[in-house]
């Protein structure tokens, strides 16, 4: 059962082009979201959040999109630099729980 | 630490053999989780600890898996009897305190079953 989806596994996006990455999720439960990002042979870090209460969060070139009703957030990236380029993972908690997380989009800007 | 530091950081091990990876979360964290990502797949929750409270491990995919946590702090993760399934990069993380606060990634141990 998969409660986090990321039904697009790359995404290549043109260098100074907005980069939307997109995630689904099944449980209504969750109250807390996350995006990742991960380099090759490195461990993921933490890119921004987004708590249920809210619909969108900023963080410079990084915007959050929550939409509760339809189960979906988005990430934006605007404009989207080379340095962009990596394997995006959203997540989702709820309470004191374990993060779940989607399998991943695989984002290439392109020069 | 400043980050969460784990070990081995590469890990070639024969098949059946046993293998125990070490996770030191940042200095007080009280939950830690380790989660594992096999080549081309997306991050599978492993288990949580949660400060005095009993784990969650109802990711751990057999048996052959154990993990504990020695003084609210260092965690190991054992692997028994290993399988080439169990071939893998396995990410410990911390958070600190309550929900809702960021949880952050060690580099990952990097398990070769041959």
């Known amino acids: 059962d998969q409660q986090v989806k990321q039904n697009s596994p790359s995404l290549s996006v043109q260098e100074g082009r907005i980069s939307i990455l997109n995630c689904d999720y099944t449980n209504s439960m969750f109250d807390y979201f996350l995006w990742y990002k991960k380099y090759p042979a490195e461990g993921p870090t933490f890119l921004i959040s987004i708590s249920s209460i809210k619909d969108k969060n900023e963080d410079g070139r990084f915007t959050v999109f929550l939409n509760k009703s339809a189960k979906h957030l988005s990430l934006h990236i605007v404009p989207s630099q080379p340095g962009d380029s990596a394997v995006y993972f959203c997540a989702a908690s709820w309470g004191a729980q374990k993060l779940v997380f989607g399998q991943g989009t695989r984002l290439t800007i392109n020069p | 630490g400043a980050g969460v530091s784990q070990s081995p950081s590469n890990k070639v091990t024969e098949k059946g053999k046993d293998v125990e990876l070490r996770c030191d979360p940042i200095s007080g964290h009280t939950a830690l989780y380790w989660y594992r990502q096999s080549l081309g797949q997306g991050l599978e929750f492993l288990i949580y600890?949660?400060?005095?409270?009993?784990?969650?491990k109802s990711g751990l995919p057999s048996d052959r898996f154990s993990a504990e946590r020695t003084g609210g702090s260092v965690s190991t993760l054992t692997i028994q009897r290993t399988q080439q399934e169990d071939s893998a990069v396995y990410l410990c993380a911390s958070r600190q305190g309550a929900a809702g606060n960021t949880i952050y990634f060690g580099e990952g141990s990097w398990l070769t079953v041959v």
């Open positions: 600890f949660q400060g005095n409270s009993a784990p969650d």
